[in-house]
């Protein structure tokens, strides 16, 4: 029998992983989870119960590397680069399957290090990364991600239990933490949006990680709004937030082009919070950190240049939410792939298919 195991260094790497763990148990293939220590072990248990998961805790990569090389899977699946793959790769195949499909660079350079297979989201990307790592082996499977919202089988919150108005039409606001807008927003800015729903949904390194306090102090006290619900950490992942609303508003965060590939409205805020470091002379250093084609991905939004045009903006995109339709659709499928809800069926017929 087929063995495969997950590698869960991040809570937010769920979302992406467990579409493809269910397809492999519908074929009655043995799957198990490897969760890394952190503060929020109590939630990736209750995440384990919730989804009837097999799981093994360990410290850090080295104790993971023992434990694979105790396993003999078939095969293991990251999210991101690993560091110990000539061990792994004594005993085990090893596959990526990246957990976002943002502007960022890095979502090339965790090639960098091959594993036996990387499922990628849409020819464009399959075509560029195969160029530039012409050695490695690279499937075009689309985003597992997004399989049950396509599918139709995410039916979102019951707003009212959040405390919420299911009458109001509901925005998601998912910064991600660097370079995020979160300082730029207003004080007070869930008072301007009153006659909306707000769900806010920040990157897990926002809520978990001591260098972004300020941004979980400005979180917090948005959450005293009575419009506004507040993800809690075991809110890990965006799908439901997706199918619960109407408009996001994100800024360089995959969230921003996973929302638009469902061909709802983003509005995307420009402006950040950038380190010193990162502004200036030194601003080469952010547009290092972002895709060459960024500017490209862009046109997939519309822009809030500053905070005091958020709101016109919000107003006009819900109130006409086809006005980027072609835009949205024509960059999905060059961020995201095929989207017919059968991403994670492809992984697995993958790995089925290998002797």
Not at 142 to 154: A, N, P, W
Not at 164 to 170: A, E, Q, R
Not at 171 to 194: M, N, Q, R
Not at 217 to 224: T, V
Request: aromatic fraction near 14%; charge should be neutral; include cysteine.
């Amino acid at each position: 029998m087929m063995y495969v195991l997950f590698d869960v260094l991040h809570l937010y790497y769920l979302p992406q992983y467990l579409p493809v763990q269910q397809k492999l148990a519908k074929n009655n293939i043995k799957t198990a989870f490897v969760f890394y220590r952190s503060n929020h072990d109590d939630i990736m248990e209750q995440i384990a119960l919730n989804n009837d998961l097999q799981y093994t805790w360990v410290e850090d990569d080295h104790q993971a590397t023992d434990f694979y090389l105790q396993e003999k899977a078939d095969w293991v699946f990251f999210a991101n680069s690993f560091p110990h793959l000539e061990q792994l790769h004594q005993v085990s195949n090893s596959a990526q399957i990246g957990h976002g499909i943002g502007p960022k660079s890095c979502y090339y350079t965790k090639s960098d290090t091959a594993m036996n297979v990387r499922f990628v989201e849409g020819e464009y990307r399959c075509q560029r990364l195969r160029s530039m790592y012409p050695e490695n082996t690279f499937v075009d499977v689309g985003f597992s991600k997004l399989d049950s919202l396509i599918r139709g089988e995410e039916a979102g919150f019951d707003l009212r239990q959040l405390g919420l108005d299911p009458n109001k039409p509901t925005l998601t606001y998912a910064p991600t933490f660097y370079p995020s807008s979160i300082e730029c927003f207003a004080k007070d800015w869930p008072a301007d949006f009153s006659d909306f729903n707000i769900l806010l949904k920040p990157h897990y390194f926002s809520i978990a990680k001591q260098k972004y306090h300020r941004q979980k102090a400005l979180l917090q006290h948005w959450a005293s709004f009575d419009n506004v619900y507040l993800a809690k950490a075991g809110d890990y992942n965006l799908v439901p937030f997706m199918a619960s609303s109407d408009i996001l508003i994100s800024d360089a965060s995959s969230a921003l082009f996973e929302f638009a590939a469902l061909n709802k409205p983003v509005i995307w805020c420009d402006f950040l919070k950038l380190r010193w470091s990162y502004r200036g002379i030194f601003s080469y250093r952010f547009k290092k950190r972002m895709d060459e084609d960024f500017g490209e991905y862009a046109n997939i939004a519309v822009h809030a240049k500053h905070y005091k045009q958020l709101r016109p903006l919000v107003l006009e995109q819900y109130r006409q939410p086809a006005l980027l339709e072609s835009t949205r659709m024509a960059l999905a499928e060059k961020l995201a792939g095929r989207l017919d809800g059968k991403a994670s069926n492809r992984v697995v017929d993958y790995l089925l298919s290998q002797p």
